[in-house]
C-alpha cells in the first residue's frame, strides 16, 4: 500500500507562475486535506475535503483553489504564486469514523519555494 | 488565537529517563485529541489518541493523560528511547468533522 502520495516533493517557482500539487490516496478513505507547514509552526489547514466533488476553506485559504473530482485524489492549485506561500505543503487524508475519531494520514510533503 | 499551544519548542532528555510533552487548549468544545509524530522530511504519523470522557490511554510505551478542568494534556514517553527523537504535535478536534487543529509542535531529543 502506498498510502498517500504527493507529487512533486520539491519544487521552485517564480513569482507569478502557477501550478498544482497532485495528492493521491489508495485507502478508500472520505476526507482528505491540505495543510503548509512553516518554520517553528505548526500544521495550518488551507483546503479539505469530505467527499468526491465537495470541498471546503480551511484556516488559510487565500490564494489557493482545489478540486475532488475523483475520490482518491485532491488537488492543490495555486493561480499566482507568492513569496509567502514558500512553505512546506502536507497533504493527509483520514476516514469518518463511527463514534471513533480516525487519526489522518500524511503524504511525506511537497516543499515549495517562490523566487 | 492559537487554539492548541505546545509552550516548549525543545526538549532534551536521556536515553531510559521519562518524556513528557505538554499541550493546552482553549476550546472547551474539542472533544478528541491525537498526538502526531513527524520525523524529519516525512510527513506525521500518528502515535496516540484520547478522547475527552477519558482522563488517561496508554499504548506501551505511550501514555496520554487528559485534564479538562485545567485543558491540558501530556504525552509520556517510558522509557525514552533514541528512536523517539522527533517533532511531536498536539491535535484537537470537535465531533466527527475531521478538522484537526495542531499546534506549533515540541522537537524531543533523546540522548544516548
Known amino acids: 500500500n502506498a498510502g498517500v502520495t504527493q507529487t512533486p516533493k520539491f519544487r521552485v517557482l517564480k513569482t507569478g507562475q502557477s501550478m498544482t500539487l497532485l495528492c493521491a490516496q489508495d485507502?478508500?478513505?472520505?476526507?482528505m486535506y491540505w495543510y503548509r507547514q512553516d518554520p517553528g509552526m505548526g500544521l495550518r489547514l488551507i483546503h479539505y475535503?469530505?467527499?468526491?466533488?465537495?470541498?471546503a476553506k480551511g484556516e488559510v485559504p487565500d490564494g489557493y483553489n482545489v478540486s475532488r473530482l475523483k475520490k482518491q485524489n485532491f488537488l492543490l492549485g495555486l493561480e499566482s504564486a507568492a513569496p509567502s506561500q514558500t512553505s512546506v505543503y502536507f497533504c493527509?487524508?483520514?476516514?469518518?469514523?463511527?463514534?471513533?475519531?480516525?487519526?489522518?494520514?500524511f503524504g511525506d510533503g511537497t516543499r515549495l519555494s517562490i523566487l | 488565537d492559537q487554539q492548541v499551544k505546545q509552550n516548549s519548542p525543545s526538549l532534551s532528555v536521556q536515553e531510559g529517563r521519562i518524556s513528557i510533552l505538554n499541550c493546552d487548549y482553549t476550546?472547551?468544545?474539542?472533544?478528541?485529541f491525537l498526538w502526531y509524530k513527524k520525523y524529519p522530511a516525512e510527513g506525521p504519523t500518528f502515535l496516540i489518541s484520547i478522547s475527552s470522557i477519558k482522563d488517561k490511554n496508554e499504548d506501551g510505551r505511550f501514555t496520554v493523560f487528559l485534564n479538562k478542568s485545567a485543558k491540558h494534556l501530556s504525552l509520556h514517553i517510558v522509557p525514552s528511547q533514541p528512536g523517539d527523537s522527533a517533532v511531536y504535535f498536539c491535535?484537537?478536534?470537535?465531533?466527527?468533522?475531521?478538522?484537526?487543529?495542531f499546534g506549533d509542535g515540541t522537537t524531543l531529543t533523546v540522548k544516548p
Open positions: 491535535a484537537a478536534l470537535i465531533g466527527n468533522a475531521g478538522k484537526s487543529t
Open positions: 485507502m478508500n478513505h472520505e476526507y
Open positions: 493527509a487524508s483520514s476516514y469518518p469514523g463511527q463514534g471513533a475519531k480516525q487519526p489522518q494520514h
Open positions: 476550546n472547551s468544545m474539542f472533544d478528541y
Open positions: 475535503s469530505v467527499g468526491e466533488g465537495t470541498t
